[in-house]
């Protein structure tokens, strides 16, 4: 499904991703861990095609497509969702007509017909059964003086709404509390099956207590030194990152 091969990023002209490779197959679900400033956000940020983040090497293929040649919103409606680490806040947008509109637009990049009100009302309400969320935040603006735990529940509501291919989550460092994180998690397992797969990136070991990995990368100074299966996570957890920095040092 997703294919990165010897991936180069500059940021400002500064080199952030220097050889990055990641295979991603449908079904599965692989965890991104590493330590603070190793270019994990900035991997999700190039997936989504923002701006400001400089390709200098390598290739990414999604589907059998170069995804690098698809404009940001060809990207979602081709099933790419990108669940960013600070959603933006668009004051006096409601978010129910935010989410309609992002939904329609997949749809009519699709060639499918747009869902009226009606049909809308029908799939949220269906949406908040599965994910047991309520319609509170549905009203309000988007992301307006959410706290981060209403953010992490309207960004899975947004996934389970968009029902993308490939969800690349980028999970905040902190400031979550055990609630948010199994709402998170509730949220991908309702949502995984063979067609789809995730990438998770995530700081620490505890998210992956709920969100069983199918493989566990570690991401280091731009790019995947280590990858193993759910056993590598518990093993960062136990000794840090700093064996790792070790073993690449050459031997003496
Ligand atoms: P991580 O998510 O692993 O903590 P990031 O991808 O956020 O790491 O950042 C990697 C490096 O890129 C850091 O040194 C950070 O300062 C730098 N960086 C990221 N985004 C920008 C930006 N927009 N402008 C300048 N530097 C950036
Ligand atoms: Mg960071
Ligand atoms: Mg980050």
Redesign the pocket.
């Known amino acids: 499904m997703l294919k990165i091969e010897n991936l180069h990023v500059s ?2 002209g ?1 080199p ?1 991703l220097k050889g990055l490779s990641l295979t991603v197959n449908a079904g599965e679900v692989h965890a991104i861990m ?1 330590p ?8 999700g940020n190039v997936l989504a095609g923002r701006d ?1 983040y400089e390709v200098t090497d390598g290739t990414v293929e999604y589907l059998g497509r170069n995804l690098l040649e698809l404009e940001p919103e060809a990207r979602a409606a081709e099933g790419v969702f990108l669940a960013f680490q600070y959603p933006v806040e668009i004051p006096g947008v409601n978010n129910t007509y935010f989410l309609k509109a992002a939904l329609n637009a997949q749809r009519k990049h699709r060639g499918e017909p747009e869902l009226d009100a009606m049909q809308f009302l029908k799939l949220v309400r269906e949406k908040l059964r599965v994910l047991h969320i309520s319609d509170e935040l549905l009203h309000r603006a988007v992301n307006e003086g959410f706290s981060g735990g209403e953010k992490k529940r309207n960004e899975i509501f947004q996934m389970a709404l968009l029902e993308p291919r490939l969800a690349v989550l980028d999970e905040t460092d902190s400031g979550l509390d055990i609630d948010a994180l199994k709402m998170v998690a509730e949220g991908v397992n309702h949502m995984r099956s063979a067609e789809r797969a995730f990438v998770v ?1 995530t700081h620490y070991q505890r998210l992956l207590d709920y969100i069983v990995p199918d493989y566990v990368h570690v ?1 280091a100074d731009g790019r995947i030194v280590e990858s193993g299966d759910k056993n590598l996570a518990l093993k960062l957890e136990e000794h840090g990152y700093a064996w790792l920095r070790d073993r690449q040092l050459p031997q003496a």
């Open positions: 940021v400002a500064k952030i590493g603070n400033g190793a270019g994990k956000s900035t991997l400001g990136v991401l």
